[in-house]
């Protein structure tokens, strides 16, 4: 079963686009670029044209790669003094000279629709979440959607960072599966690997998980994207793991349109609890 993120996602912005047209509001995403990384461009020009799909104002400031820390957190606390933005996004990767965790601190919890601030991470690990992270938002719907259970499952993560491993990891435990966070010191890699039930990669390295590292009729998951001669591709070897699988997701088409449909609907939930307080 091929888990056709591009299908869902559409779906999903068609529901949205009909609730903020019922609801009257007219909520406002910014986004804060750091460089000229063409991923980063890619994916802000994508967020910004779901934002005009469903109705959802956007701006974006961006700043060169030579920026400095001070002028990035000056953008981010702008858009938090600003009553009009209800959601702020700052595109990661960011320049090396730059502290991403300063940067993420900075968002105000509120405007937080990516779900990095210690804060929105901290009520996501206590069962309480706010804003859940995007990626594993998205792959949590996927789940959900194609009916594919996780209560008492085997879930093994690889990788562990904080905008898709380790947030992803809690979702599952909170979703009675037993969850393994494998990384790049993990031994043994493929004897965890090979005993999951649900298997999510998320490593950036094209084609890295082979057949051989996968259980038969396991649910793959695939958030990675490298270029391999040229072509987008995953973490999985398509081509050799889709026969064995029980269902997995497909590079591109799969987890990164849910993404960008979760930030949507994070960002609309943000301007509903804004106005609610209001």
């Known amino acids: 079963m091929i888990l056709d993120g591009k299908r869902l996602s559409e779906k999903r912005i068609e529901i949205l686009e009909e609730r903020i047209g019922e609801s009257g509001l007219r909520p406002h995403l910014a986004t804060v670029l750091v460089g000229e990384n063409p991923a980063s461009q890619l994916y802000v020009t994508m967020k910004q044209r779901a934002c005009e799909r469903v109705g959802i104002g956007s701006v974006s400031v961006k700043l060169p790669e030579n920026a400095s820390t001070k002028k990035v957190l000056a ?61 594993p938002r998205g792959i949590m719907t996927l789940l959900e959607e194609y009916h594919l259970p996780t209560e008492g499952k085997d879930a093994v993560v690889v990788g562990r960072s904080i905008d898709v491993g380790r947030p992803l990891g809690i979702l599952l435990l909170s979703a009675d599966a037993t969850v393994t966070l494998c990384h790049s010191r993990t031994t043994c890699l493929e004897e965890h690997t090979r005993r999951a039930d649900i298997l999510v990669t998320a490593v950036g390295k094209a084609r890295f998980i082979t057949a051989g590292m ?58 509903s609890m804004r106005h609610a307080h209001l």
């Open 214 to 271: 996968v259980k038969e009729g396991a649910t793959v998951i695939d958030v990675g994207t490298s270029y391999l001669d040229g072509k987008l591709c995953g973490d999985v070897d398509f081509n050799e793991v889709a026969p064995l699988a029980g269902a997995i997701t497909p590079v591109p088409g799969g987890v990164g349109p849910m993404t960008i449909a979760s930030l949507m609907e994070n960002t609309f939930y943000a301007a």
């Open 75 to 135: 953008a981010i606390t702008r858009f938090n003094e600003d009553p009009q933005i209800d959601g702020i996004l700052v595109q990661l990767p960011l320049p090396e000279q730059i502290p991403s965790r300063q940067v993420l601190e900075t968002i105000a919890p509120e405007k937080d629709v990516d779900g990095f601030h210690p804060l929105n991470l901290g009520r996501l690990f206590m069962g309480n979440p706010v804003f859940v992270p995007c990626t």
